[in-house]
């Protein structure tokens, strides 16, 4: 089972900061297997990026996901209020299916 | 509109048993492979189980295993969560999540539904 760790747990950065997320995965992981989801307080998951650098229907341009097997990153442009929220990686795998990391909380500093 | 709208949820017992249910629309339900993932209070998100469009191949977390059971139904558009013999630990928002049609990553969910298990 691939385990993800994300880094760094919490990201304190203002507005208009460029944003660089971390994920690595325990073993080889192909680039299509990962993805990146944003979660709001009270709200569900959104995918933001799938097969390590794909942006999902409507997601700004400001978000990229890069890498390759084992180090992935989550870079945002230029933070804009409604950014700050947590973060988290996924995998695709075997069995189990999916795991998630841990995941990054970005903050406003 | 994607629309996936989870229920069910509540204040049970340890021990006790609940059924989560999952009604999709705006989409054909049958064409894609669905998930549940919760959420810990604070903490977070934990895959639980998976299950392939017509229910073939289907997958739990070892932490659920033997106590839960996916399954859905195809006719009705809608997913299901039975979860038996619950504990503390299964405290949480528990979400269906579709996969995206090309598989390896979850591209819609729903807004959650709450279980608490406490005496």
């Known amino acids: 089972e691939i385990v993800l760790t994300q880094s760094p747990g919490t990201l304190s950065l203002s507005p208009g900061e460029r944003a660089t997320l971390s994920c690595r995965a325990s073993q080889s992981l192909s680039s299509i297997y990962l993805a990146w989801y944003q979660q709001k307080p009270g709200q569900a998951p959104r995918l933001l990026i799938y097969?390590?650098?794909s942006r999902a229907t409507g997601v700004p341009d400001r978000f990229s996901g890069s890498g390759s097997g084992p180090d992935f990153t989550l870079s945002i442009s230029r933070l804009e209020p409604e950014d700050f929220a947590v973060y988290y990686c996924?995998?695709?795998?075997?069995?189990?299916?999916?795991?998630f990391g841990q995941g990054t909380k970005l903050e406003i500093k | 509109e994607v629309q996936l709208v989870e229920s069910g949820g509540g204040l049970v017992q340890p021990g006790g048993s609940l059924r989560l249910s999952c009604a999709a629309s705006g989409f054909t339900f049958s064409s894609h492979e669905m998930n549940w993932v919760r959420q810990a209070p604070g903490k977070g998100l934990e895959w639980v189980s998976y299950i392939t469009r017509i229910a073939t191949t289907i997958y739990y977390a070892d932490s659920v295993k033997g106590r839960f059971t996916i399954s859905r139904d195809n006719a009705k558009n809608s997913l299901y969560l039975q979860m038996n013999s619950l504990r503390a630990e299964d405290t949480a928002v528990y979400y269906c999540?579709?996969?995206?049609?090309?598989?390896?990553?979850?591209?819609?969910w729903g807004q959650g539904t709450l279980v608490t298990v406490s005496s």
């Open positions: 999540a579709r996969e995206g049609r090309d598989g390896y990553n979850l591209n819609s």
């Open positions: 996924q995998q695709y795998g075997s069995s189990p299916p999916y795991s």
């Open positions: 097969g390590a650098s």
